[in-house]
């Protein structure tokens, strides 16, 4: 599956070019490969530096994992793009695979919701979708809209319910714990892609820009209620190649988020106080396109560059780089997507290249 119009083939399922070794420039970290004796499946095992690291391959899986979240079990829980399930492995490694109805599309992003369910967006199906499975493992969809359309991120908002970016319509959507979705249009022509909830309790949108006849739509910010109150951000420069991607609050009160041109570099990390203050913080020109990113309980936060690193930020804005070993089971260089904090403070993120997940002890 290939999700039209997103920006540097955000969640094409296709091979990214290898990098040609490590990225230079300030704050470019050391490799971590596994410890000497260590199978790609075996226990973390200490590393220089104190950290640990290990690939767990998602059985029965060939590639193509997109996001992954913490379950109310304790247990991650990802999206399979390329089988079409909705995965969990617990802290021992052990995984599972639940699969999907075919007709319902394909599963794309996933988050925990107030309701003790796991809840996730679909894509590329007969209809649009939203996506319910328990703990337990039973499965739930909500169709409604056009065929084919992609959501592409959901999260718990304040309200009780789940909200999602509708990035084909330029909408936001709604759906009950009960199921029932609504949507809503943004103002303005874009391409709304991550959503989350803010430190305000308002929920924070990353609209990539858009070129539209003469119509030069700078990538934004987003901030919105569950009133359906907007207030836009422009990034700069403000361009429709302006492209935020993902976002997450981070420790500091603001809003983190990843960000590339769309048609030159250097990529970008990027923050926005609840007010609307805007601190850019780029990438060596080396750097391939971050992607998701999230809050660590240390005081930083950690992203994914689309291929080999996985990267931590901190508040100041120092930019640290670390090069992934090759997953198991594939001559592909590392391309983790989706990242998350377990329960035991791991560092958990998911490849599309090997339908490996990969942990990190920061």
């Not at 490590?22 to 004796?37: E, K, M, R, S, V």
């Not at 193509?64 to 021992?92: K, N, Q």
């Not at 930083?300 to 931590?312: A, I, N, R």
């Not at 377990?342 to 942990?359: A, C, M």
Request: charged share 15%; with cysteine.
């Amino acid at each position: 599956m290939q999700l039209r119009g997103v920006s540097f083939g955000l969640l094409a399922l296709l091979a990214l070019p290898a990098l040609a070794g490590c990225g230079a420039g300030a704050g470019a970290g050391a490799g971590l490969p596994l410890a000497p004796g260590a199978t790609s499946d075996s226990a973390l095992r200490a590393l220089p530096g104190e950290r640990f690291i290990r690939y767990i391959p998602a059985t029965g899986i060939d590639g193509d994992l997109l996001s992954i979240t913490v379950g109310p079990d304790g247990a991650l829980w990802f999206t399979e793009t390329s089988s079409g399930a909705i995965g969990r492995v617990d802290v021992t490694g052990h995984v599972t695979s639940y699969p999907v109805s075919p007709s319902a599309g394909v599963p794309v992003a996933i988050t925990s919701g107030p309701d003790g369910n796991l809840w996730f967006t679909l894509g590329g199906g007969s209809q649009q979708g939203i996506g319910r499975i328990t703990p337990a493992g039973a499965i739930s969809v909500f169709p409604f809209g056009k065929a084919f359309d992609t959501e592409l991120d959901i999260t718990a908002g304040p309200d009780g319910n789940l909200w999602f970016t509708d990035f084909d319509n330029n909408m936001v959507g709604k759906v009950t714990t009960q199921g029932v979705v609504t949507e809503y249009p943004i103002p303005n022509i874009g391409a709304p892609i991550g959503i989350t909830l803010g430190p305000d309790k308002k929920l924070w949108i990353c609209e990539e820009g858009a070129l539209q006849g003469n119509n030069n739509v700078p990538g934004r910010m987003l901030r919105m209620t569950t009133t359906l109150k907007f207030k836009a951000f422009p990034l700069q420069p403000m361009s429709w190649t302006t492209a935020p991607q993902f976002v997450a609050k981070g420790p500091d009160g603001n809003l983190w988020f990843t960000e590339m041109e769309q048609t030159a570099t250097p990529f970008n990390i990027e923050s926005i106080t609840p007010t609307g203050t805007i601190a850019k913080y780029p990438l060596p020109a080396s750097a391939e396109p971050p992607y998701r990113i999230a809050s660590a309980s240390s005081g930083s936060l950690w992203f994914t560059e689309q291929e080999t690193y996985v990267d931590q930020v901190t508040t100041g804005g120092v930019i640290t780089r670390y090069a992934m070993p090759q997953p198991p089971g594939t001559s592909l260089p590392p391309q983790p997507r989706g990242i998350a904090f377990g329960p035991r403070r791991d560092l958990w993120w998911v490849e599309t290249s090997s339908g490996s997940i990969g942990v990190l002890r920061p």
